[in-house]
């Protein structure tokens, strides 16, 4: 029998995988899905608790050769345990025997591979000179995106964050100044991070405590480049039809989640694949408000966990 390695959380993150890396497996298992060369049925799940979630999430990538499934954990009330709110489990198979090869600790790939997939979509779709990002969420995902943003924008020179806390706004701030030599500034409303700005990101908490999306159509901005990472937490449906182009990394699972009741009054998407792969065109004016939902997909994980196993 194949020996079975197993990866930690501290194992993965010593690896020193590069941003710019992890954009590549993106951006090659978007690739292969244009080309009908992946495989990655619906998630299926489990919810034992309100707002909490555990998905299966199996995935094969031909060119890559990686095959394998992440099991994954968003447990929004994690943070008073002292644990993330997302973790889980890669499992890495040989896709000649079917023999597991690897496990590795989710956490990190997860937060990285959902950077890369809005630096990969802006690649294409941002204005290339985009100086403004107004983000909402303080946390992980306002980390990784501003880290992989930064690889594909080399405009990028200021930062609006909004963050339910104040304190958490403020350490992202220093952090993120030090880090990448840019301007941070906190701000106290939504709309003060989202106007105005030449990409949004939004990373709140899904799902809405109050059941209310604060992105109001007059706040979207000319030419604004806009990445939902949380499902329909942050744009209302008169803002989504305010966008001229609309993108999800995966419209089956798009269409699958708006059967269960997310999404609601959403128009539908385009596949952002078939742009990656220049199949289909991306942006057409500076002007044209563009807007995606990055859904997160197995194909990312398996690839970079490959990459991983590789170094």
């Known amino acids: 029998m194949p020996e079975l390695l197993y990866l930690s959380r501290q194992d993965v993150e010593r690896l020193s995988l590069p941003m710019a890396e992890v954009i590549d497996c993106v951006a090659l298992a978007l690739k292969e899905k244009a080309y009908g060369r992946t495989e990655m049925p619906p998630k299926p799940g489990v919810h034992p608790r309100p707002g909490a979630l555990l998905h299966a999430m199996p995935a094969w990538v031909e060119r890559a050769r990686a095959c394998g499934m992440k099991w994954v954990s968003a447990f929004p009330n994690n943070k008073p345990r002292g644990l993330p709110s997302v973790g889980g489990l890669i499992v890495l198979n040989d896709p000649e025997t079917g023999f597991p090869e690897a496990v590795l600790d989710g956490t990190w790939i997860t937060a990285m591979r959902t950077g890369a997939a ?48 104040q304190e958490t ?46 992105i109001q159509r007059d706040w979207i901005a000319p030419g604004v ?50 742009v990656i792969a ?13 807007l ?12 970079v966990a490959l990459r991983l196993l590789e170094r």
């Not at 999800?248 to 539908?268: H, L």
């Not at 220049?278 to 002007?287: C, E, H, I, Q």
């Open 292 to 303: 995606v939902t990055i859904l997160g997909l197995g194909i990312y994980d398996v690839v």
């Open 225 to 274: 480049f806009a990445c939902a990472l949380d499902f329909d937490s942050s744009f209302d449906a008169t803002a989504v039809a305010d966008f001229q182009k609309r993108f999800t990394d995966d419209v089956p699972t798009f269409e699958f989640y708006q059967g269960k009741g997310y999404f609601p009054n959403w128009p539908g998407a385009e596949e952002l694949a078939t």
């Open 278 to 290: 220049g199949m289909a065109p991306g942006r057409r004016t500076a002007d044209e408000p563009i």
């Open 169 to 214: 706004a403020e350490l992202y701030k220093r952090e993120m100044e030090r880090e990448h030599g840019i301007e941070v500034r906190p701000v106290g409303t939504p709309e003060e991070a989202v106007k105005g700005s030449d990409l949004v990101v939004t990373a709140a908490v899904w799902p809405r405590a109050n059941g209310l999306a604060p």
């Open 118 to 165: 809005t630096a990969v979509a802006a690649r294409e779709l941002a204005r290339r000179n985009a100086r403004t990002l107004g983000v909402l969420g303080a946390g992980v995902q306002a980390r990784t995106n501003l880290a992989a943003l930064k690889q594909v924008l080399p405009e990028l020179k200021a930062v609006r964050v909004y963050g339910p806390h």
